[in-house]
């Protein structure tokens, strides 16, 4: 055998050698620790996001002052429209009751059991019509009138829809701070 295969002969065996002094066992183990960890961090994330406070991107004319037209990131609690403490004057996330797909932003009016007038087509005539919101069910408007989707066109809204309150806007930074409550 020539010089230069017995090197690599000595090189691979003593490779094959550190190979075997290497804590296989240590390693498999240390990494499941870790890949659980990461795992159950991720869960965690997902029931917060999901059931106590999330963030939300809202753009669209309908929401006009409150929302920029080109849009805010929002902070969104989860947690009052599960125990039914919503609030005239909140403003809610909720599923389009015309496109489930799409979200939307509006101001909740009136609650179950209010009486909410309402005027038809602002920008055409000053008609309005009263409606009492039944139960398990919230009226919502833009604070855009002029510009808005919402119960005046597919009426009042169930609280299955709502997906939580947005309370912060915490994007752009120029715009950060509470979304208060308007009457």
């Known amino acids: 055998m020539s010089t230069a295969g017995s090197r ?3 090189f691979l065996g003593g490779a094959a050698a550190r190979f075997g002094k290497v804590p296989w066992r240590e390693i498999r183990e240390e990494a499941f620790d870790r890949a659980v960890l990461v795992l159950k961090a991720a869960c965690f994330v997902h029931v917060v ?3 106590v406070v999330g963030i939300a991107f809202v753009r669209g004319p309908s929401m006009l002052p409150t929302i920029n037209l080109t849009g805010d990131v929002v902070a969104v609690e989860r947690v009052s429209p599960r125990w039914g403490s919503l609030a005239v004057g909140d403003v809610v996330i909720l599923l389009s009751p015309e496109n489930p ?3 939307v932003a509006k101001r909740v009016l ?8 309402f005027l038809v087509d602002p920008a055409r ?3 309005s019509q009263t409606v009492v919101v039944p139960g398990g069910h919230v009226w919502v408007q833009g604070d855009n009138i ?4 919402d119960s005046r066109q597919f009426g009042p809204v169930p609280y299955g829809l709502i997906q939580g309150r947005a309370f912060c806007k915490v ?12 009457l």
């Open 8 to 10: 690599i002969a000595s």
């Open 49 to 51: 996001n999901t059931y």
């Open 101 to 103: 797909r799409k979200t």
């Open 110 to 117: 009136g609650l179950e059991g209010d009486a909410v007038t």
């Open 125 to 127: 005539e000053s008609a």
């Open 146 to 149: 002029y510009s808005s989707r």
């Open 171 to 182: 994007w752009p930074p120029e715009a950060v701070g509470l979304i208060g409550q308007k």
